[in-house]
């Protein structure tokens, strides 16, 4: 409504809250560039790219850790690049969507899960002391294992025990 507002005083600047004015001026930080991420799905470089097929067809096979240590190795002599096994677990494991990848490690977490599962689902009856089966946790064990197959029988996932 006209003439009900109240004139709202200017705010104090907030001065403590403000970067100062050299932190305002430095440039902000170089955005971390992933060389991974960079040829990913490039045939540009025939040795970039078989690495890249490398990392692809090893996943499920050959822990990440090795993985990541020999495309490190070879990626560094074919781009004179100074990367770490850190810089190539961390592409695959935040940035690479390749579905093997992806897969291979929902494979492995659905593995653990079914083992941690199967250790429930036999449960010591308090009065006798016999082995008895908690029904519920066994049809959860076997719908992951259910799940578990699924995965292994997708196109990308064929050959991983090969
Ligand atoms: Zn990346």
Partial sequence: ?????????AAPP???RS????????????????????????????????VMAFISESAGKVSVGE???????ALNEELGAELTDG????????HSL?????????????????????????VQDADTGAAAVDTKALLAYLKIVNEIQNIYKMESMKNLSK
Avoid: F, W
């Fill in 19 to 50: 970067p100062s004015p050299q932190a305002a001026r430095s440039p902000p930080p170089e955005p971390a560039v992933c060389v991974l991420c960079k040829y990913a799905g490039s045939q540009e470089n025939p040795v970039v790219a078989s």
């Fill in 1 to 9: 409504m006209p003439g009900m507002s109240v004139p709202v005083p």
């Fill in 98 to 122: 390749d579905q093997r990848v992806v897969l291979s490690s929902i494979l492995r977490d659905l593995v653990d899960i079914a083992q941690t599962v199967k250790h429930s689902s036999v």
């Fill in 14 to 16: 907030p001065a403590e």
């Fill in 67 to 73: 993985i990541s240590r020999q495309a490190c190795i």
């Fill in 87 to 94: 810089d190539v677990e961390n592409h695959i494991l935040t």
